[in-house]
């Protein structure tokens, strides 16, 4: 592609870059199969009726159509529910698979998935139009127990705090429960569940005030009501005593009766929302709180929900969030309950590569570059090279027998810390071979069967910078 014709929200990583993204998917694969997370991939296409009845708006998917459709002006012909487009996030691919393939699985089904997905949402800093979403997920037969909403948002934090290494700061979950914020609202009176959920998703975006107008012009609501939403979604709780606590002072003061069902659903959402903090607290102290202004605009959450913020990058929002849903996927009275969380892990990339400065030790893999005295000799280069490769060290071979300080200059450039001569610096026939630090300068003779690189320049890594 001619340089300066990018297109915005589609980012294309520079070599030592990627390196970074690479490390970051290495650490959380790690991370997720050491808890029992199985591997998929989706396709990377949907049907239109998939994608639309899961909360998201047609303005947001990218549609597929075949050229020459356009041309023929046909493209609009097919029903939108017929249509395929590229997947927004994971979750829905997920539940599809699950109903597909419940024959071949085994219940409950733990699923790690690394994969770009596609958003046509306006491009800004840290968000993408393309972008690599990691997920995981664990789905249920007809059950799930509630155990899995500790265990996940645990996984996550554990994954998030590897990557520290590489610049990240401190992550910490914040969780909610759909049935506690949706008894609350209906024990206010109001009826509009999923349109004070979505307002109140919005807080951290246009704040308190431009929310309570939302609730009064969109939901239905008071003055009044909109208040006490507020007040709701200002609580917070380190624990599950300070939870049930605080939420019965705000039901008293909303004259909310302790016998209506409205309470009684709001119960069950406090009851699994203590659970979850003070669980996760027995584990990982501080790693999970309950933040009652947490509310996840998709429709298809039906309990749990999470927000994960960093440390000290507030304008960064959540980097990876979830919850728990009972009636995603379903095939005829069989319904398959899952709860999953998902990091957006191109803006993770993007804050460590902009914001921490991490980068690569160096753009090539290889740890040493075999020099070539001259084409006809290449032969022995490569056999040099296959012979290091055999024994697990990445090596490359110089790509033309230019001068000896070009290919020194290339292996620098390539960030390549050792060059190898063969038969010795001058490449007199019969002469040992010798390989040179072109970081430190040391030079020694060198056996191909018994040499191997220092520590500290044997393996690519990610470094942060100043």
Known sequence: MAKGASISGFPEWLPAERVVEQRVIDTLRRIFELNG???IETRAVETGASLLKKGETSKEIYLLSRLQEVTAGQENDTPLPERLGLHFDLTVPLSRYVVEHSGDLAFPFKRWQIQKVWRGERPQEGRFREFVQADIDVVGNGTLPEHYEVELPLVMVTALEQ???FGLPKATVHANNRKLSEGFYRGLGLTDIEG???EIDKLDKIGPDEVAKLLVSECGADAGQAAACLELADMTAANGDE????FDALCDEHRIPKDSDAYALASQGVATLAMIV???AAIRPGAVIADLK???GLDYYTGSVYETFLDGASALGSICSGGRYDNLASHGN????????????SRLVSYMLHTAHATATRVSPAAVLVAVWDEERRGESNRIAAALRSRGIAADVAPTAAKLGKQIKYADKLGIPYVWFPEGADGQEGAPDEVKNIVTGEQTQADRATWTPADGYALQDVKLGD
């Open 243 to 246: 939870l049930r606590s605080k």
């Open 37 to 39: 997370f199985i591997g």
């Open 196 to 198: 004070v959920l979505r």
């Open 334 to 345: 069989r319904t398959y309950p899952g709860v999953g969380l998902s990091i957006g892990l």
């Open 163 to 165: 990557l520290r290494a």
């Open 278 to 280: 003070d669980e996760a």
């Open 294 to 296: 947490i509310a996840r």
